[in-house]
């Protein structure tokens, strides 16, 4: 075999290689469908507040794209029952940007900012005093749990493993930038 037919041969991987490497595509998005799908099996969300006081459900959050602000805006329907104050019904708002954790392949929202708190039933007082224990609530559990979580063969193509070098809020979802990694 002559040197120049080894460094022929010794080249073929390489191209295929790369060949496999183009075939990563250059983004994903995760659509509101997907998001909706995977918060529907963890809502209702019905929690004990103030100390077993009350009792506090939170419906499945409507998602919003803000993408201007590069956020994700979430809106629910909450309800808070007790024997002494009756019950309260309204709807609470709130928007967080968006981090991703490669370890556990998941999208979570950060820095959530309670945005809105509308008493539609009950004690208007009764709804603002419960705003920070609704606020701590729905900030538990993002905390807890993620936006969106791939499945581990999200995360590969063509045999390639993909990082994701960029989230962007738009119109339509989140889209991620990918590179092969």
């Known amino acids: 075999m ?42 209702p969300l019905q929690r004990s507040v103030g100390n077993g006081l009350f009792n506090a459900s939170l419906e499945t959050p409507d998602v919003t794209f803000l ?22 019904k309204g709807r609470i708002g709130l928007s967080g940007s968006l981090r991703y954790d490669a370890a556990q392949r998941a999208l979570y929202l950060q820095d959530p900012n309670l945005e809105s ?8 007082e009764l709804g603002k005093a419960l705003r920070p224990a609704l606020n701590m609530m729905l900030n538990e559990y993002l905390r807890g749990n993620p936006l969106y979580q791939f499945k581990q063969d999200e995360m590969r193509y063509a045999g390639n493993d993909i990082d994701i070098t960029k989230i962007s809020v738009v119109e339509n979802g989140i889209k991620f930038d990918l590179k092969p990694q």
Not at 16 to 36: E, F, G, H, N, R
């Open 2 to 43: 002559t040197p120049r037919s080894l460094n022929l041969l010794l080249l073929i991987p390489l191209i295929i290689l790369s060949a496999c490497a183009t075939l990563v595509p250059k983004d994903y998005l995760v659509t509101q469908d997907k998001i909706d799908r995977a918060w529907s099996k963890s809502f």
């Open 67 to 88: 993408t201007a602000q590069n956020r994700i805006g979430l809106g629910t329907n909450f309800s808070v029952s007790s024997l002494l104050a009756g019950e309260v």
């Open 117 to 124: 708190l509308v008493v539609n039933q009950g004690s208007a």
